[in-house]
């Protein structure tokens, strides 16, 4: 288990700049994609829980900042009811693909029009009980708040200060979260039993060992052990190491589907970080496979080091 003061040193890189004009314009769109959120999981009577960005902030469980995105949870058998009624309002997936190379915990939702994403989740890492145990833990100490002049439902101030802090600890490059980690560990010293007893029942003590043991009050408890998703994201540098591990880890029934998609994505897949990619031609696709074919094969040594080194660590 890393020391928190290894995850905090590594928060020391620079974060990429945004015009002042963009972030203004993004970030007002926030809470109208709040407000849209609500009424649309109203309107299919289904629970949704924004968490993140300024919900976070209205509840006094993040720093103030701008948000590029709006982030909110939900049962895994309410996704595609959110989805297609969203959809029918100019919003779709990034990728639409579930894939088996590299399976995840959120969907991505764009609009043309909108100059901020929409980011879906059915799980939290971080949060490793049952996830529909722990989304109806969450709901069950929710709170309301007013974003875009409608009233929406999020995570309570403790709860959110557990998904602020996770979310900082996934990731470690980006320097803004530094500032994250302070933050809740100033909230938690207040009460840190409470929040011990929080993260047990959300099955977050693996993750949040780190923190619980700088803490007199419960340096002394059972802290657990990270699970290998978590240590995965924490540590892997390389997307190419976290599809090699999933690959070694899913039944051999489902090894040549994950193995395909791995190899040779989809349109959908390629194109994640640049959209345009969507409206290449075949051939400039086919080209796009082939160098990053190419760079997962030269890069290939660095990756089955960096895979030994983690499971040299998780079997240590």
Same mark, same amino acid.
């Given at each position: 288990m890393a020391p928190l003061h290894f995850l905090l040193a ?11 004009? *963009? !972030?203004?314009?993004?970030? #007002? ?19 949704? &829980? &924004?968490?993140?960005?300024? =919900? ?10 701008? +948000? &590029? ?9 309410? &996704?595609?009811?959110?989805?297609? =009624? ?6 779709? =997936? ?25 980011? !879906? ?11 529909? #145990? ?11 708040? *007013? ?6 439902? %999020? @995570? ?5 200060? @557990?998904? %602020?802090?996770?979310? =900082? ?12 980690? +302070? ?11 409470e929040h011990y007893d929080r993260a047990f029942e959300l099955?977050?003590?693996?993750? @949040? ?89 030269? *890069?290939? !040594?660095?990756?089955?080091? #960096? ?10």
């Open positions: 590594a928060m020391s890189s620079p974060v990429q700049a945004t015009s002042a004009g *963009e !972030v203004f314009r993004i970030n #007002e769109s926030i809470p109208l994609s709040a407000a849209l959120i609500s009424h649309v999981a109203a309107e299919c009577n289904i629970r949704v &829980l &924004l968490i993140k960005g300024p =919900a976070a902030t209205l509840v006094g469980a993040r720093p103030e900042r701008p +948000s &590029l995105d709006l982030d909110v949870l939900l049962q895994r058998s309410d &996704l595609n009811t959110l989805l297609d =009624a969203l959809e029918l309002r100019g919003w779709e =997936a990034r990728i639409r693909e579930v894939s088996e190379a590299f399976p995840d915990h959120s969907t991505t939702l764009i609009n043309p029009g909108w100059p901020s994403d929409i980011d !879906v989740h059915w799980r939290f890492p971080g949060f490793y009980e049952d996830e529909s #145990e722990v989304f109806e833990r969450l709901w069950s100490a929710r709170q309301s708040i *007013e974003l875009g002049g409608r009233t929406a439902w %999020t @995570l309570s101030r403790n709860d959110g200060l @557990l998904v %602020t802090l996770l979310h =900082a600890l996934r990731s470690p490059a980006k320097g803004v979260l530094h500032e994250d980690v +302070s933050f809740c560990l100033r909230e938690i010293t207040a009460s840190p039993r099955g977050a003590l693996g993750p @949040l060992g780190p923190v619980f043991a700088m803490l007199p009050e419960t340096r002394s408890l059972d802290l657990g052990e990270p699970p290998l998703d978590w240590v995965l994201r924490t540590t892997a540098q390389r997307s190419a190491t976290l599809r090699l591990f999933h690959l070694i880890e899913i039944p051999w029934s489902r090894k040549p589907a994950a193995l395909w998609q791995a190899l040779v994505p989809s349109r959908e897949s390629i194109s994640w970080h640049d959209l345009e990619l969507r409206d290449t031609n075949y051939w400039q696709q086919t080209s796009f496979r082939f160098r990053r074919l190419w760079r997962s094969l030269t *890069e290939g !040594v660095q990756t089955l080091k #960096e895979v030994r080194e983690i499971r040299a660590r998780i079997h240590k």
